[in-house]
């Protein structure tokens, strides 16, 4: 099942603006990650906020976390075209032992115009 | 420093013909591994993961297959491939505590099945 689904599905803004990004999750999680795709290629990680964080920063990154609405949100400020790229959130759950597994959601198709 | 290489990078093979995927990592020791498949404009979707040697975790049932003959090697098989694994397939690593860790993700494999 989908542990993450984001919103919007897509965005399109301008360079210079900022862009939000949310995810939802169903289950419980350790952590909810952030990942960058360029299209073609494979997923960057980007981030990673743990259950018992509520906000971190990397760079331009913004990333916030709600355990109690089970949602989760990524703030890209002063965006660049160069930041065009499908995001991805996924919940890092644990089964137990080693054996965790990240759950990912569909993705928001982020453009961003020169 | 890690890397992760899979390889081919296109594929385009007809119905019931065989598949053979290779991902193999470097720098690092006993990682977890993982398939993955991207179906277009979609999330992604856990196909096998991997602890150790010989040992493989199957998330979905299908007419796929995974092994892990060394430590850092991982390849998907088929014996015969259906229209509906067409999809991007997606190598990755972790290390230990893997819910708790970033996935790293190889360039992925466009597969076509005609």
């Known amino acids: 099942s989908q542990q993450g689904e984001e919103d919007p599905q897509a965005l399109s803004i301008q360079e210079g603006e900022n862009a939000t990004m949310n995810c939802s999750y169903k289950?419980?999680?350790?952590?909810l990650q952030w990942y960058r795709q360029n299209s073609g290629r494979g997923l960057v990680h980007l981030i990673l906020i743990r259950s018992n964080e509520r906000e971190k920063h990397s760079g331009r990154l913004r990333v916030t976390l709600d355990t109690s609405k089970k949602s989760s949100s990524l703030l890209i400020t002063a965006s660049r075209a160069a930041d065009t790229a499908s995001y991805f959130c996924?919940?890092?759950?644990?089964?137990?032992?080693?054996?965790?597994?990240?759950?990912f959601g569909k993705g928001t198709k982020l453009s961003v115009k020169p | 420093s890690q890397t992760i290489h899979q390889w081919p990078a296109t594929l385009v093979q007809p119905v019931g013909s065989p598949l053979s995927l290779e991902c193999t990592v470097e720098g690092t020791s006993n990682p977890n591994l993982y398939w993955y498949r991207q179906a277009a404009g979609r999330g992604l979707q856990l196909l096998f993961y991997?602890?150790?040697?010989?040992?493989i975790s199957s998330e979905v049932p299908q007419n796929l297959s995974a092994s892990r003959p060394q430590d850092r090697q991982f390849i998907l098989s088929s014996k015969k491939l259906l229209l509906s694994d067409s999809g991007f397939y997606l190598c990755?690593?972790?290390?230990?505590?893997?819910?708790?860790?970033?996935?790293?993700f190889g360039n992925g494999t466009r597969l076509t099945v005609t």
């Open positions: 289950t419980s999680i350790n952590n």
């Open positions: 991997s602890v150790g040697i010989g040992q």
């Open positions: 996924a919940g890092g759950v644990n089964y137990g032992g080693s054996q965790g597994n990240l759950i």
């Open positions: 990755a690593w972790t290390g230990r505590a893997a819910y708790n860790s970033p996935l790293h």
